[in-house]
């Protein structure tokens, strides 16, 4: 099963690569694009660490991790609209380097960068409070409520992270304009988390009680 998963994951993250190579360094026009190779060692090294952890710790979980076959129509479209999301906000990216239509300073990269590891950060403590937590909205067999730990402060700790991820990249990218690109993110996690909820509430046991203990879906003290 581990060689199995080590090959499927190996070959996304190559994959995954490959196409951000692509859409970075193609617009930029040059492979002198130091902040896309800044931004794709800040991605890739902790993903591949994460990886090798949960292969030799967790293999189920990474098998949920590496599904990504949506089944709800609404979540579907969510997909799609964020890949567009990512495809436009790289591109401009690359865009920005090449005629160097934004003006940040390095400085901003790193300090981008240090936010963007905090968010990985918490992706991960998410990832070992809670081993349901697949890529597709669903509902798994013997599937209990997480109510400890971050999850007993929102109930979508891990939207909370990649909120944190994705709207620090274009910094660590130093494109300010792509920025503007990735703050559709925002809407689409809430329109992700409604139909996320709707299922929840239908389907697993306990999770009706656990939205009236934890109050706040994304934002302590905001939503």
């Given amino acids: 099963m581990r060689g199995k998963l080590l090959a499927q994951a190996?070959?996304?993250?190559?994959a995954g690569l490959a196409a951000l190579g692509i859409l970075l360094f193609v617009p930029a026009g040059t492979l002198a694009f130091w902040k896309a190779w800044f931004f794709i060692a800040v991605l890739f090294v902790p993903m591949?660490?994460?990886?090798?952890?949960?292969l030799v710790k967790a293999?189920?979980?990474l098998a949920k991790r590496l599904q990504s076959k949506e089944k709800e129509p609404a979540q579907k479209n969510v997909l799609m609209l964020s890949a567009v999301m990512f495809i436009g906000g790289f591109t401009i990216a690359g865009l920005d380097f090449r005629?160097?239509?934004s003006a940040l300073p390095d400085a901003a990269s790193y300090v981008a960068a240090v936010i963007f590891l905090l968010g990985y950060g918490m992706f991960a403590e998410v990832m070992r409070?809670?081993?349901y937590l697949s890529r597709v909205v669903e509902v798994q067999e013997n599937q209990r409520v997480v109510d400890t730990g971050l999850y007993g402060l929102v109930r979508h700790p891990m939207y909370l992270a990649t909120l944190i991820i994705f709207l620090s990249t274009p910094f660590v990218?130093?494109?300010f304009y792509a920025g503007l690109i990735f703050l559709i993110y925002p809407a689409l996690v809430v329109k992700r988390i409604r139909g996320e909820e709707a299922v929840l509430q239908k389907d697993l046991a306990g999770y009706a009680a656990y939205m009236k203990k934890v109050k706040f879906r994304l934002l302590p003290c905001i939503w």
């Fill in 99 to 101: 005629f160097g239509w």
């Fill in 10 to 14: 190996t070959l996304k993250m190559l």
């Fill in 173 to 175: 990218l130093g494109s």
């Fill in 48 to 54: 591949a660490t994460m990886g090798m952890v949960l």
């Fill in 59 to 61: 293999p189920a979980l």
């Fill in 129 to 131: 409070e809670n081993a």
